[in-house]
């Protein structure tokens, strides 16, 4: 079963997928929302790769407290479980601290900001498949 794990950012949407056998995170691409809506891509993709399940990150405050961002981020999984009702599952994860750890691991790559939303939505996931 793929999952498509997705980091919300106010501009990129870094994606993550699973593959096929559902067991190893790959990073998958960006989604520019100054360009395509969320959804619109997510749409696509979820058809493309046979998506059967969505991870939506939805981060807490350090303290385990909602921010706004955590606001955010529900309304958008409620967005998507709306968009794809009866396609795929969707389900909010634990995004904590997961842009920290991109960024510091995509340091050593020279990797961009758009790597850095790819990489911890792939965190996120490889967090969810270890579970």
């Known amino acids: 079963m793929k999952v498509l794990a997705v ?7 870094g994606l993550a997928i699973t593959d096929d056998e559902g067991r190893i995170a790959l990073r998958h691409s960006v989604i520019d929302r100054k360009q395509i809506s969320a959804l619109t891509a997510l749409r696509d993709i ?34 998507i479980r709306s968009a794809f009702s009866g396609i795929v ?6 995004e904590t601290l997961t842009s920290v750890e991109a960024a510091a691991r995509l340091k050593a ?5 758009k790597d850095e939303h ?14």
Do not use: C, N, W
């Open 46 to 79: 979820v058809d493309q790769e046979d998506v059967k399940k969505i991870l939506v990150g939805v981060p807490f405050g350090l303290e385990g407290q909602e921010t706004r961002q955590t606001y955010v981020s529900l309304k958008f999984i409620e967005r």
């Open 89 to 94: 599952e969707v389900e909010g994860v634990d």
């Open 7 to 13: 980091d919300l950012g106010s501009r990129h949407v």
């Open 109 to 113: 790559e020279a990797g961009t900001l």
């Open 118 to 131: 790819m990489e911890a939505a792939r965190l996120m996931l490889e967090d969810y498949l270890r579970q």
